[in-house]
């Protein structure tokens, strides 16, 4: 009895080993994560609810590609702080910055492979969301401006000014 009552503990004692170095990998992995990433990595888990040896993989994806950036950044900052005359400085921060776009376009197709189409439909649009629709003139009357409303879209001219398809029109 007191041989089976040891061999549990022992099991317990390895079993809580291996959990602990599992949740301190984890941990140590979501240090090196910067705010944005950490918080773009859980809402996608949040989102998408993977099977936890795909949420290890996404884990260590985002991990290995947020070092990659962080070395990409020590580099940025040591040839903006070298005397490089600025023409040179900013043709190579250009491909550092080109390099980190790679980096994350990288992660995000990872991330998306393991995904269903639909899934990566959604992924797309959360990743790269449309860009937000600019007023052109500030605030102003959409139904009396002639670039929001097109020709033949009820536009209300003021009196004495022309549509733009009478403006088209030769004078005789």
């Given at each position: ?10 099991r317990?004692v ?16 979501q ?7 950490a ?17 290890h993989i996404?884990?260590?994806?985002f ?17 903006e702080r070298?005397g ?28 998306a ?5 639909w899934?990566q439909?959604?992924l797309?649009?959360?990743?790269n969301?449309?860009?937000?629709s600019?007023?052109?003139?500030g ?17 209300i001219f ?15």
């Open positions: 009895m007191t041989a089976k009552i040891a061999w549990i503990v022992r317990w390895a079993a809580m080993g291996c959990l602990m170095c599992a949740v301190s990998s984890v941990s140590a992995q240090e090196v994560l910067s705010g944005p990433e918080r773009m990595l859980s809402s996608l888990m949040e989102r998408f609810k993977p099977l936890p040896s795909v949420e996404w884990t260590g994806a991990t290995s590609a947020s070092a990659r950036m962080n070395e990409i950044k020590v580099q940025v900052d040591s040839i070298s490089l005359p600025e023409a040179e400085v900013l043709m190579q921060v250009g491909a550092l910055r080109q390099e980190m776009r790679i980096v994350k376009q990288d992660r995000n197709s990872f991330v492979g393991f995904l269903s189409p899934d439909l959604s797309d649009s959360i990743l969301p449309p860009a937000p600019i007023q052109h003139f605030m102003h009357d959409r139904m009396k401006c002639l670039v929001c409303k097109a020709p033949g879209e009820g536009a003021p009196s004495g000014v022309k549509s733009p398809d009478q403006l088209l029109i030769p004078k005789q």
